[in-house]
């Protein structure tokens, strides 16, 4: 799969949690290549020895984005996903709000449903 030509336009909102194959393969709110990817994720033990025991997938952007959360037996964390190298990848992963700079390093597109990050301390919305 290649990352999509960059479009803009808005985010649609998923507003899904999976815990399970079934469960993914019902979401049709993101492309089939986003979905073999979570199949790789939930219920699976990570190289750290962590298992994801969910995802919330709060919104999707065709220009090759997801962003929601994952749940696991070590911790919980907030993800943009992307792809580059032609597959699926954490373009960022954070407990906190980050730097909205770091979003716009990673092309992350704006207007990003739920979205927090910091400029210069002050939280706002992507």
Not at 5 to 27: C, H, L
Not at 48 to 69: M, P
Not at 94 to 121: A, H, K, Y
Request: charged share 20%.
């Amino acid at each position: 799969m290649e990352q999509p030509v960059p479009q803009g336009g808005p985010w649609d909102a998923v507003g899904v949690t999976v815990t399970s194959a079934a469960e993914i393969d019902a979401v049709a709110a993101v492309p089939d290549s986003f979905r073999t990817f979570l199949r790789s994720r939930v219920g699976v033990e990570d190289e750290a020895g962590c298992t994801v025991t969910s995802i919330t997938i709060k919104a999707s952007h065709a220009d090759g984005y997801v962003f929601g959360a994952e749940d696991s037996d070590c911790g919980d964390s907030q993800v943009v996903w992307g792809i580059t190298e032609n597959q699926w990848h954490y373009v960022v992963v954070f407990l906190e709000p980050m730097p909205c700079s770091d979003l716009t390093q990673n092309s992350v597109p704006t207007g990003t449903p739920g979205l927090r990050c910091t400029d210069n301390g002050e939280a706002r919305d992507y």
